[in-house]
């Protein structure tokens, strides 16, 4: 939520990749892939990085990804995967929602890590137990393959597809908050992918982090920010400018607890921004959570002030509630587990991206009706 960076660095190593994959589903089975891996931020001794795996071949059900550390660095945390260290070798696994990966289809993972020395990229990549070496090929190609095309090809189609009429716009959906929404806040992407496509898109002037698949990723999840800054420095009405949301989805004050600033300071920033999604527009829904526990190894009060917090929430929301503003509050804290469910007793981990997208969308999905 904190963490500290002494300097970016935008290194991207991708890496084309072929081979047959050991799971293929069919006798003539084609398989390959491509591998992106991304160190986007370096600070002394530690670094951030994402992998993009995009698979070429036919679709997979489950995929196990393999390389090595070519200077022993070793990962500390990982998000959207599980992974596996033995000395450099290092083998991450699909989390339970993105093993599915369509042909050109793309499955992401992000970690952290340590160094020492350097930090230089893996040279190769093994998808599915097998090394990838460039190109597509079939695993068990046919013995006696066509040598002309056939007699009668399809007919010409159409010069002009049928016309479909417009539908209403999609309805803006910006999510807000720190670190818990943003960095990488897969929840957004479990999220999106529950709800119609063409009927929401996601705004926010921070683009998102691999998550597994494709989703619409924008966002306004600063990590580190306390919502008491961003009231008092007005920093939200140029973030709504940007975007012009419909539908705010706020998740916020999880590092004022930590800063030990009382309730009735958050709740008073709260004010202000709403005061601020008002003023950009008169008909904002505003959906507000009941924030998720706060259990860091560093601070044994910080569950207790998120319990203050959250209690007070409900009637700070009854009082400024609107029927042209309405303020729905969505309990994320009741039956969220800082030991399962995060990775450090701050951030979600897999379960509890799931947990918190699924207690979104009964909000959202009346938001956008």
């Not at 089975?29 to 992998?51: E, L, R």
């Not at 160094?115 to 046919?142: I, R, Y």
């Not at 910080?302 to 007070?312: F, H, I, S, T």
């Amino acid at each position: 939520m904190q963490r500290r960076k002494w300097a970016v660095l935008a290194l991207t190593t991708t890496l084309l990749t072929g081979a047959a994959i050991a799971a293929a589903t069919s006798a003539n089975a084609a398989a390959g892939c491509s591998v992106k891996y991304t160190v986007a931020s370096q600070w002394p001794g530690g670094f951030g990085a994402t992998v993009d795996v995009t698979n070429l071949g036919d679709p997979l059900t489950g995929w196990s990804l393999m390389f090595t550390f070519p200077a022993g660095q070793t990962i500390t945390q990982l998000w959207s995967g599980s992974v596996t260290q033995s000395g450099s070798a290092v083998t991450v696994r699909n989390a339970a929602w993105n093993g599915s990966v369509a042909t050109n289809g793309t499955a992401s993972f992000g970690f952290n890590g340590s160094w020492t020395g350097s930090n230089p990229a893996p040279s190769s990549f093994a998808l599915n137990g097998v090394t990838c070496t460039g190109g597509t090929t079939p695993s068990n190609p046919p013995s006696n393959p066509p040598s002309t095309p056939p007699s009668n090809p399809p007919s010409t189609p159409p010069s002009t597809p049928p016309s479909t009429p417009p539908g209403d716009a999609p309805t803006k959906i910006m999510p807000l908050g720190d670190s818990i929404t943003g960095s990488p806040g897969c929840w957004r992407a479990l999220l999106w992918q529950q709800l119609p496509a063409t009927e929401v898109d996601f705004v926010g002037t921070l683009p998102g982090d691999g998550c597994g698949f494709p989703y619409d990723s924008q966002h306004e999840g600063h990590g580190g920010y306390l919502a008491t800054n961003v009231a008092s420095q007005n920093l939200l009405p140029g973030w709504l400018s940007a975007s012009d949301p419909d539908v705010v989805l706020m998740h916020f004050g999880t590092n004022d607890a930590w800063s030990n600033l009382s309730t009735s300071t958050i709740l008073n920033a709260y004010t202000t921004l709403v005061g601020q999604m008002r003023a950009a527009n008169p008909n904002m829904k505003i959906i507000v959570a009941k924030i998720i526990p706060l259990n860091p190894s560093t601070c044994t009060d910080c569950g207790q002030r998120v319990v203050n917090l959250n209690a007070a929430i409900p009637a700070w929301a009854s009082s400024l509630s609107t029927a042209a503003s309405p303020i729905t509050v969505v309990d994320q804290w009741t039956g969220f587990n800082t030991a399962t469910d995060t990775y450090d007793g701050v951030h979600p981990n897999d379960a509890g991206n799931v947990k918190i997208a699924a207690r979104w969308l009964p909000a959202v999905q009346a938001a956008i009706a």
